[in-house]
């Protein structure tokens, strides 16, 4: 959001009674990108942004109604617009990065990806065709890619409805583009969401087909 933009209303704060709220809502979103940028805890949030504690009780507020995620749709949408795309994707791609974990993350979240030589997490992404995000998955670093992907791209079609290809690397290959062809064909459609190493796979596996957006 630009410095003139005001955050939204959520819905379910609209025809509320009770007293109005004592800070503004762009002071406490600043608040929790802070937080999310330097990795600091919520006591030591600044004296420049309003108390931690309601700052943490707006944040929780806000991601137990899943407003988090519903903006950053809203955000993704528009911008998809601005640029001269459907607001929904035709096309995305998939990848995956392992990052080492501090000390302080327990063993039974962390692995040791083995390719990598990594002992920690793995982030698994997919993005749409200008880079902005469709879905994240976060799993222990010894997590197969294939086996992520599945649970992941299930996520992301049923999410997407217009997602009919995707794009993937090497890591991909293998079972998966079939398990994608088999569980996530749409029949009323004939779309598929499908991968394939550093490939395009349309429905029905063609490399044809109209342009992705």
Known sequence: MGGGEAAAMPGWLRGRGGHPEAYCHRTMLDAV???VDNGTKWRAIPADFPPW???YAFFRRWRDHRLV???HDRLR???R???GRDPEPSAGVIDSQSVKADAVVGADSRGFDG??????????AVVDTLGLLLG???????????????????QVAAAHHRLALVWAD???TGSLVEHCRAVLARPSSGAVTACAASSCCPSGGSSSGSSPT
Do not use: P, S
């Not at 994240?136 to 299930?154: E, F, N, P, S, Y």
């Open 77 to 79: 949408r528009k911008v």
């Open 115 to 124: 390719g990598k030589l990594i002992n920690g997490r793995k982030r698994h």
């Open 69 to 71: 995620k519903e903006f």
């Open 81 to 83: 617009e601005q640029a």
């Open 53 to 55: 504690d309601r700052v």
């Open 170 to 172: 090497g890591g991909y």
């Open 33 to 35: 990108r802070y937080l």
């Open 136 to 154: 994240v998955m976060v799993t222990a670093a010894d997590i197969g890619d294939r086996a992520a992907a599945q649970v992941l791209l299930a």
